[in-house]
């Protein structure tokens, strides 16, 4: 069965300084993956995806994440973090297409990102 | 556009009451998923509509959890004989078609707090 691991509970950064959030996936064929943020009385807005194709995958609001296949994981990353960009991050993977689970995502737990000015 | 809506924004009731939770999808989206999320986790599935029928329930945990989508557009998550240990917030999503790649938008939520 697939999942999806974040190591990091929580993480405090200072503004200006750089981010990578981690994400550990298990699953047995390529995955589809996904970065979904979640701010306070918000929905889970989508960052980035991969499914092929170049491994370096560019989302919103300055976000980009790496699909690394031999290290099972596909970490987020952000040169420069913003106050607004305290949120809680989820990783997710989503199952292939040929199963009736076809569009499922099974999410990490989350990481909760501090931004201290 | 509008956007995924879910009513009602939160609910309270008492342990072994019938809840219903209500999800409007995005118009046109044929695919539509619930999730549920406790606290301090990341979110669960448990059912995926594709068109009227229901693909996949095997997030459901128990036989007190039943959600249709008799027309194909709006869904209703129905928990019978809620338990506490039902609190949660209840995500409901859609997407165009239903496949792996595709992004799926997220409703704000239900809180449901089983008192």
């Known amino acids: 069965a697939q999942s999806v691991t974040q190591p990091d509970i929580h993480i405090t950064v200072s503004e200006g300084a750089s981010l990578e959030l981690r994400c550990n996936y298990s699953y047995g064929a390529t995955p589809y993956l996904f970065w979904y943020v979640q701010s306070p009385g918000q929905g889970l807005q989508l960052l980035l995806k991969?499914?092929?194709?170049?491994?370096l995958v560019q989302g919103i609001k300055g976000f980009e994440a790496e699909f690394k296949r031999s290290q099972s994981s596909f970490n987020l990353r952000k040169p420069s973090v913003h106050w607004s960009d305290a949120a809680e991050y989820f990783c997710?993977?989503?199952?292939?297409?040929?199963?009736?689970?076809?569009?499922?995502?099974?999410f990490g737990q989350g990481t909760i990102l501090t931004v201290h000015p | 556009g509008a956007g995924v809506s879910q009513t009602p924004s939160n609910k309270v009731t008492e342990k072994g009451k019938y809840v219903e939770l209500r999800c409007d999808p995005i118009?046109?989206?044929?695919?539509l998923y619930w999730y549920r999320q406790s606290l301090g986790q990341g979110p669960e599935f448990l059912i995926y509509?594709?068109?009227?029928?229901?693909?996949?329930d095997s997030g459901l945990p128990n036989d007190r959890f039943f959600a249709v989508r008799p027309e194909g557009s709006v869904s209703t998550l129905k928990i019978q004989r809620t338990e506490r240990g039902d609190s949660a917030v209840y995500l409901c999503?859609?997407?165009?078609?239903?496949?792996?790649?595709?992004?799926?938008?997220f409703g704000p939520g239900t809180r449901l707090l089983v008192l």
């Open positions: 999503a859609s997407s165009l078609m239903g496949t792996g790649q595709e992004t799926q938008y």
């Open positions: 997710a993977v989503g199952a292939e297409a040929g199963g009736t689970s076809y569009g499922k995502l099974t």
């Open positions: 991969y499914f092929s194709g170049d491994t």
């Open positions: 118009s046109g989206h044929t695919a």
């Open positions: 509509f594709q068109g009227t029928g229901a693909a996949d």
